[in-house]
């Protein structure tokens, strides 16, 4: 008896997993950049989709993560060395849209763009398991390098050995 309750719970759980995004998964090096549409904190449009024709580095972060912050500072100096050679950085803040204000007061010590995960339109990134994530997306809208989770860190050298080739 107790297992037929637990069926109609089973086939739910199986059927929202597999209407989930082949995206879903964590972004992976030589997959097309997941489809996401959000407003950054100035209010200017990013579609990840639409972003083809430019070198694009996405952090994903979030307010109460230390490693994320500690990483915060030399991505900001990466990305006003390199934005000259056409290279554009945005972190994505996985915090909740009530700590907007929180993200915003740690976003003005940067130069680069953030925007609120949870205020996106359109958000094929699925919710990351592992905070900080960095993802390097070529000119074509392809992710070519993955930092973090399991992986390693983004350094500057590690950014600088991705992104040359794509320059």
Known sequence: MRLQRLIPIVAVA??????????????????????????????????????????????????????????MPMLNA????????????????????????????????????AALLSEAKVDRLDDPRVLPMTYVVDKAGVVRAVFGGAGKPPTRELLDDAIKPLL
């Open 14 to 71: 199986i059927l929202a997993l597999a209407d989930r995004p082949a995206w879903a998964a964590a972004p992976k090096v030589g997959a097309p950049a997941p489809s996401l549409i959000v407003r950054d904190l100035a209010g200017q449009e990013l579609d990840l989709t639409k972003a083809a024709g430019r070198l694009l580095i996405v952090n994903i972060w979030a307010t109460w993560c230390p490693p994320c912050r500690a990483e």
């Open 78 to 113: 990466f990305y006003l060395d390199r934005k000259g050679q056409g290279v554009a950085l945005v972190g994505v803040s996985a915090d909740r849209s009530r700590d907007k204000d929180e993200v915003r007061r740690v976003m003005a010590q940067f130069s680069y763009p």
